[in-house]
């Protein structure tokens, strides 16, 4: 059984679903990068090792950051609109199935690479390959990577938006 000592708030149900969401998110992503670069560290010399790529460490932390905070605003805010787990699936599926080919249909018809923008994995991917230190190389790629952490930073904004609405239409009915 599980006892509270005292009744909780929404605000507290929130963050907590908010936090596992992350520890999820952490568990599946970035607990196992952190222990395979802990493994490729002790088969050589270690201190040598950590010493010189102390950066790939700081780079798995800050993606699985962008991860977690990322996809679990946008994930608790699917959740709280579409309770039931069809909606729930088939929004998920177009997020991450259809959109990416829906973006890649139109980058190509219109020959616009702006439309890629639309794929919200590549732009994590694009910032998260910042974090392991990987250096744009020409200004368009620079360009592209400032437009991805918009739609990410947007997509966080709107997803918290949304969650705030619904925690207060929760209060008011309660």
């Given at each position: 059984?599980?006892?509270?000592?005292?009744?909780?708030?929404?605000?507290?149900?929130?963050?907590?679903k908010l936090l596992?969401?992350?520890?999820?998110?952490?568990?599946?992503?970035?607990?196992?990068?952190?222990?395979?670069?802990?493994?490729?560290?002790?088969?050589?010399?270690?201190?040598?090792?950590?010493?010189?790529?102390?950066?790939?460490?700081?780079?798995?932390?800050?993606?699985?950051?962008?991860?977690?905070?990322?996809?679990?605003?946008?994930?608790?805010?699917?959740?709280?609109?579409?309770?039931?787990?069809v909606p729930l699936?088939?929004?998920?599926?177009?997020?991450?199935?259809?959109?990416?080919?829906?973006?890649?249909?139109?980058?190509?018809?219109?020959?616009?690479?702006?439309?890629?923008?639309?794929?919200?994995?590549?732009?994590?991917?694009?910032?998260?390959?910042?974090?392991?230190?990987?250096?744009?190389?020409?200004?368009?790629?620079?360009?592209?990577?400032?437009?991805?952490?918009?739609?990410?930073?947007?997509?966080?904004?709107?997803?918290?938006?949304?969650?705030?609405?619904?925690?207060?239409?929760?209060?008011?009915?309660?």
């Open positions: 059984t599980f006892y509270l000592s005292r009744r909780i708030n929404v605000l507290h149900y929130t963050v907590g596992a969401i992350g520890l999820l998110v952490s568990l599946t992503t970035t607990l196992p990068a952190l222990v395979l670069f802990l493994e490729q560290g002790m088969l050589g010399d270690t201190a040598k090792y950590f010493g010189e790529n102390y950066n790939i460490a700081i780079g798995i932390l800050g993606y699985g950051l962008l991860i977690s905070v990322t996809l679990g605003l946008l994930l608790f805010a699917l959740v709280s609109w579409m309770p039931r787990p699936v088939m929004s998920w599926a177009c997020l991450f199935f259809f959109l990416p080919v829906l973006s890649e249909i139109l980058s190509k018809v219109f020959d616009d690479r702006q439309w890629r923008l639309l794929n919200l994995w590549r732009d994590i991917y694009a910032v998260g390959s910042r974090c392991f230190g990987e250096a744009a190389v020409r200004s368009r790629d620079v360009a592209q990577l400032s437009e991805a952490v918009v739609v990410i930073v947007v997509v966080c904004i709107v997803s918290f938006i949304a969650i705030m609405i619904r925690i207060r239409q929760q209060r008011h009915q309660s």
